[in-house]
Each structure stands twice: as C-alpha cells, then as structure tokens.
C-alpha cells in the first residue's frame, strides 16, 4: 500500500464538514426557537399575573394599588390611634351589628400624613338621629347574604390603597359603648367577630347627613370616588 492508498482511505474515513454558511444558519435557527419559547413562557407568566391581580381587586372598592404601610397614629378626640387590623372577608357570626338604643355616636376619620405612614385623626359626635345611623348598619347582609346577590364578589378581595378609613363609637344610657371599624379597602364593616357587607358608605352618609343637621360642617364625602 502506497501513500496515495492510505489519503484515499482517511479521506473516505472522515465525513465531509457542512459549509460554514450551513452552520451559521442552523446556530440562527437555534437563537430564534430559543427566544419563541422565552417569549412564551413570560407571556404566559403576565397573563396569570394579570389574572390573579384582577381576583385581589375589591368589587365595589377599587383604588390604585401602592406599597403596603404600616399604620399609627395618636388618639384625638377619644378616638383610638389608628391600626391595621388583620380583615375577615368571607367570615363573620350571625347577629345584629350593634345593639338598638344608642343616644351618641363619634365618627373617628383616618387620613394618611404626608409622611405616607402617619395617620392624622379628626373626630366628629352626633347626640341626634343615631338609632338612624343603628339602623343603617344593622341592615346591611352579612357575607352569605351578600355573596348571594353578587356571585361575583366571592373571591373578592382588599385592596393596599392609602383611602382614608372611619371608626365609630356609639354610647347608650347605661354607659357601655360599641364600636365598629369600617374597612374601606375591603368594603367591609366590622364590630369583633360581627361583620357585614355591601354598601357599607350609607352609614357614613346617615352620619354625615346627621351631623349637617345639628349644625356641624363636613366637607363633601371623600368616599364618593
């Protein structure tokens, strides 16, 4: 066997290299489906986002979402410093929301400072139409209630918006109190383990409308967003 033997067998030992054209192309092909599936998956993952943002949202309360805040506050006017309470959506025990019989109510009004996480308080008393603002309250459905008129609202949920909340304090005769707190961000009000659904700003427009009427002055609602 001479060397032109031995070329002739290498050569036929070795397959042929593709054109550097071919693999420059098929390095293109592997780019471009690489980048498709990228494309897919963060698709996808905005789109569950989306999903589940528009789940979170309150259905008769939005508002645009921001950072969450830690809240506090000094008591004015025999309001309590204002905190961030954990919310019971979907829970609350039967029964009325406040006893009948109240002769004195306080509105306690929440509003974030300029700091963005100090709450300035005012306060407001009514000694007049109070069994109104009772009754306003107590008429509201419970979650069952609620969730049966508006199928909707049962994945409902709280928004982080800086609205300003309300607290109200109601007296009676013989010197005991109750209290509920109205969840602004949750559409929800609250008094302990009582807690109530739906329209839940008429109360504040009973009291409003209470307060105009024994010659106090209130801007205009600043829940009508």
Not at 92 to 101: E, I, K, S, T, V
Not at 136 to 149: G, I, K, R, S, Y
Request: charged content about 25%; aromatic content about 6%.
């Amino acid at each position: 066997m001479n060397d032109d033997d031995i070329r002739t067998l290498l050569s036929g030992a070795v397959p042929d290299l593709p054109e550097s054209n071919d693999r420059v192309a098929a390095v293109r092909d592997r780019a471009a489906r690489h980048r498709r599936r990228r494309r897919s998956v963060v698709s996808g993952a905005v789109v569950l986002l989306a999903v589940a943002a528009a789940t979170t949202v309150p259905l008769l309360l939005r508002g645009e979402p921001v950072e969450p805040f830690t809240a506090g506050g000094e008591p004015t006017a025999g309001c309590p410093a204002y905190t961030a309470r954990p919310t019971k959506l979907g829970q609350g025990a039967a029964g009325q929301l406040l006893p009948d019989g109240a002769v004195r109510a306080t509105m306690c009004v929440y509003r974030v400072g300029t700091s963005g996480n100090d709450w300035q308080t005012e306060a407001v008393t009514i000694d007049r139409d109070v069994a109104e603002v009772v009754s306003t309250l107590n008429a509201l459905p419970d979650h069952d209630t609620f969730v049966a008129e508006h199928p909707e609202a049962r994945d409902a949920g709280c928004t982080m918006s800086l609205r300003p909340q309300y607290l109200m304090r109601f007296e009676y005769p013989d010197g005991s109190s109750s209290t509920v707190d109205f969840a602004m961000n949750c559409g929800t009000v609250e008094n302990g383990d009582v807690v109530r659904f739906g329209e839940i700003t008429k109360a504040l427009d009973a009291f409003t409308t209470s307060y105009r009427a024994q010659g106090g002055a209130v801007p205009d609602p600043p829940w009508k967003w």
